[in-house]
Structure formats: structure tokens, C-alpha cells
């Protein structure tokens, strides 16, 4: 399955928390990672957007531009 930008971005953001940072390190990067994930679904909203956009949309297709995304990018069971 392909992953976005922010979905790469937040699984650095989590290998590098796991690398045992300093205490302010730590913070700085529980920070980060919750922004990533308010931005990714950011992310799918545009992506979702550019799906009706660009033509793909179809009326008798359930799933449509969030059928879509989970298909191509969705890497995890909740989002």
C-alpha cells in the first residue's frame, strides 16, 4: 500500500522517538507527531478533494473519494 508524504513523515518522527532522545528531544517530537497527525487528516480531505476533482467521481460507486483514499493510503485501521 503507498503511503503520503505525512505518513512517511510521521513514521520518522516516531523511529526517531524511539532512538531514546534526550527528555526535551522527547517532547519535541510527541509535539510533532500529534501535528503530523492532525495534518494528515488534513491530507485526506485534499486528497479525497482532488479525487471528485479530477473526474473519478462516480454516483453509483459507494466507496467514491474515501473508498479511494483507504484503498491507496490508509495504513491504519483508524483513520
Known amino acids: 500500500m503507498k503511503k503520503t508524504p505525512m505518513q512517511q513523515m510521521l513514521e ?3 523511529e526517531l522517538l524511539d532512538s531514546k532522545p534526550t527528555r526535551a528531544d522527547r517532547t519535541r517530537f510527541e509535539t510533532a507527531i500529534a501535528k503530523a497527525n492532525e495534518l494528515i487528516k488534513e ?23 474515501e ?4 484503498k491507496t493510503f490508509n495504513t491504519t485501521d483508524n483513520e
Not at 50 to 55: M, Q
Not at 67 to 70: C, D, E, F, L, Q
Request: aromatic share 16%; glycine share 14%; proline share 3%.
Open 12 to 14: 520518522l518522527l516516531e
Open 43 to 65: 491530507e485526506k480531505e485534499i486528497i479525497m478533494d482532488s479525487y471528485w476533482e479530477g473526474g473519478l467521481w462516480d454516483p453509483k460507486t459507494v466507496s467514491g473519494a
Open 67 to 70: 473508498g479511494y483514499y483507504n
